[in-house]
């Protein structure tokens, strides 16, 4: 439908707090769609609707990524709970469509389930692992208020915090 723009930290709305869906209806179906063009125009896996200024709890994962065909679409997760994480963890780079041109260690757990309402309102489970459950740990983050930031330390915060207000100024001065 429409590639909405991005919500770039520091900007306050990445924390603001989330909203169930509770009509699964023409305007969820109207979200979804421009979560859909938004997260492919920026090259993204995942992305939630928290990152385009709309506090409904929803996100959305690629279906490569999920273990399906690369051409399906992606899969959309309303009102998600994670239900249970692994205790094995990894310790790897991850980036995000709000904070671009940054990479942050981020433990994540190696598998995940979490259980989560599809586009018609019908309840699912989905487990997944690898690049999968870090994806959807990270998406449902975002509807949490926990940002890439909040795995760093103050200075390195500082860091990233300045290199977000180049990417402004530059985004700004095109």
């Known amino acids: 439908m429409a590639v ?14 989330t909203v169930d869906i509770e009509a ?3 305007e969820v179906r109207s979200l979804y769609a421009d979560l859909v063009d938004t997260m492919y125009a920026n090259n993204g896996i995942g992305i939630a609707a928290i990152q385009i200024g709309d506090n409904r709890r929803m996100f ?10 690369e051409n399906d679409p992606p899969l959309a997760f309303i009102n998600p709970t994670v239900e249970w994480l692994s205790d094995d963890r990894e310790t790897s780079d991850e980036g995000c469509l709000s904070f671009p041109g940054v990479y942050v260690q981020v433990p994540r757990a190696l598998k995940a389930r979490i259980r989560a309402k599809d586009l018609e309102g019908n309840e699912f489970v989905a487990e997944g692992e690898g690049l999968y459950a870090r994806a959807f740990q990270h998406e449902n983050d975002h509807l949490t208020g926990q940002l890439l930031v909040d795995f760093v330390g103050p200075l390195k915060k500082q860091m990233i915090k300045r290199k ?3 990417h402004a100024a530059e985004t700004d001065a095109a």
């Open 4 to 17: 909405r723009p991005i919500v770039v930290w520091p900007d306050s709305r990445l924390r603001q707090e």
């Open 164 to 166: 977000m207000k180049r």
């Open 60 to 69: 959305l994962i690629d279906a490569g990524v999920a273990g399906g065909d």
């Open 24 to 26: 699964f209806d023409d």
